[in-house]
């Protein structure tokens, strides 16, 4: 039940997504890259949402993008209650994707649409790295 | 444009049956079903050995459990010779009333039920797999109030949103909800736009009053052919005129402009099939899990360019002595979500109205309702299902 969690929710990868985890591991953000549509696609699936086919590439994105919109969330979910309020961003990557991720480092106040962001990662556990955004 | 098999008015709405929603009311959707179950089978003059169709709704509080509507229909006494389930989340619903007309339609059944029940205030055993488990619940996002935080802020990037507009359509709706009984009891008191204003933020720009909140009940509907209902000598019987839906629209786009939703497809669509201009709509009953979602669907059906949604609901008396009644009983966001269960709160709503049954508050044209579903956050978009039905005499 939801409401015994008091963790923040770790992702728990599959054999499609691993690629993606094992670059934030690395510092790196990984995306999958549709060589039949020169698109890239984003969340991970095992196949392109374009064509079907199950020939994606994996390739590192330059992790630097805008924000396309935001909420400041102030009735946090599990594992959020000490940093609420907590910023929450799509992100438009300038490979032509948008991901859903927290932002640091920055405040409501100074933030907007279109406003430049870069890659950044947070621990969760001693585990488990997650990408979150901040200023560029 | 797909074909319009409610074209020829042949599948009617016999009876429906509506209990009062409750908080935290320590009661099973089928006890909940049971109740809905009574009151049409009441009004219709039927026992349940008679109901040959039956459709459901998947619900948050009985999720766990695969085989729901043989369940539910056993708990009922129920037969069928058709069954059915919606995974379409708001919009199961008017999944349901649609696929039950096409079932009565192809000879499968003659008397169909489409009763939709949940409890998520009382028992909650969702447990959604797919990108949330990865790149949705680590991000902390606060459920739909974060899904629309994002896409009301976006909204308000590209276009004017005033406010006071959305708290104008909340105490019309509220206006309502006091007037039904069959409202969440604590919601039965009338707001102001300024109470509206002055709610608590839960996440930017969404504010309390922006959202519905989950509560337990069950609606539903008897549907059955227009020879059948003669045989019945049912009454005022309301007849889907058009229905349209779609799923995941534009969802093979990357980079979509996010505040255009699959009611820009269905809006339209619905009207055209049936032969009717928004202009035409005597009332309106929108899927309401959020204002700005009522918004959006008024300017994306056609009643307004895309960005005057704000200075439409200002301009236009949308109580149910106006112009365009909208959600007369309160919607779900002033009578309370029932789960996935809460599309047939609208649609009985519509229902009642044309029927002329809605007592005090009863609309003085309900010649025809447009009735709308939306089910499911989706990844960096809107929602997942749009679905539009019409009803008309």
């Known amino acids: 039940m939801a409401e015994n969690r008091k963790q923040r929710a770790i992702p728990i990868s599959t054999k499609t997504t691993q690629p993606f985890w094992d670059g934030i591991e690395a510092g790196k953000l990984m995306l999958q890259y549709d060589p039949d549509e020169n698109v890239y696609q984003f969340y991970p699936r095992a196949g392109s949402v374009k064509t079907g086919r199950r020939n994606l590439v994996w390739r590192e994105a330059s992790g630097v993008g805008t924000i396309y919109s935001f909420t400041e969330t102030y009735v946090p979910i599990a594992g959020f209650e000490e940093r609420t309020p907590y910023l929450l961003a799509m992100v438009e990557l300038e490979e032509g994707v948008r991901i859903l991720a927290n932002l640091i480092n920055v405040s409501a106040a100074t933030i907007s649409v279109g406003m430049p962001v870069k890659v950044a990662f947070e621990t969760i556990t001693d585990e488990q790295d997650y990408f979150c955004f901040e200023p560029a | ?393």
Request: aromatic share 8%.
């Open chain 2, 1 to 393: 444009m797909a074909s319009n098999f409610l074209a020829g008015q042949d599948v009617g709405i016999v009876a429906y049956g509506e209990t009062k929603i409750e908080r935290r009311s320590g009661r099973t959707p089928y006890e909940f079903a049971a109740e809905t179950f009574e009151e049409i089978l009441t009004k219709a003059g039927l026992q349940p050995g008679d109901i040959d169709g039956f459709a459901t709704n998947v619900t948050h509080s009985e999720s766990s459990n695969q085989y729901y509507t043989p369940y539910l229909c056993d708990y009922l006494g129920v037969t069928p010779r058709w069954m059915d389930i919606s995974d379409h989340g708001g919009g199961s619903a008017l999944a349901g009333v649609s696929r039950a007309a096409l079932a009565i339609q192809a000879g499968m059944c003659e008397l169909a039920v489409v009763l939709c029940a949940d409890a998520p205030s009382t028992s909650w055993k969702a447990a959604n797999g797919g990108y949330r488990v990865e790149f949705w619940d680590p991000t902390g996002i606060q459920g739909p109030p974060g899904g629309f935080g994002l896409l009301m802020n976006r909204y308000m990037t590209q276009y004017d949103l005033k406010p006071e507009a959305l708290g104008k359509l909340a105490v019309a709706q509220r206006e309502g909800a006091v007037l039904n009984e069959n409202a969440y009891e604590k919601f039965r008191k009338p707001i102001t736009v300024d109470d509206y204003l002055e709610s608590r933020v839960i996440s930017t720009p969404v504010r309390l009053l922006d959202c519905v909140m989950f509560a337990d009940g069950a609606a539903g509907v008897l549907l059955t052919s227009r020879e059948r209902a003669k045989k019945l000598s049912a009454q005022n019987v309301i007849f889907p005129s058009a229905y349209s839906e779609i799923v995941n629209f534009d969802c093979a786009e990357q980079i979509p402009d996010i505040t255009e939703t699959g009611f820009s497809v269905v809006g339209p669509e619905v009207l055209e099939k049936a032969g009717m201009s928004p202009g035409d709509v005597r009332m309106f009953h929108p899927y309401d899990d959020f204002l700005i979602a009522e918004l959006m669907q008024i300017e994306q059906t056609g009643w307004c360019a895309r960005g005057e949604g704000s200075d439409f609901l200002l301009e236009t008396d949308v109580s149910f002595r106006g112009t365009l009644p909208i959600n007369t009983g309160g919607g779900q966001i002033s009578a309370g979500q029932i789960g996935l269960a809460s599309g047939m709160t609208n649609l009985v709503e519509a229902v009642r109205q044309m029927r002329g049954e809605a007592g005090e508050r009863q609309v003085k044209d309900p010649a025809n309702a447009l009735v709308t579903g939306i089910g499911v956050i989706t990844y960096g978009r809107s929602w997942k299902v749009s679905n539009a039905m019409t009803l008309e005499h």
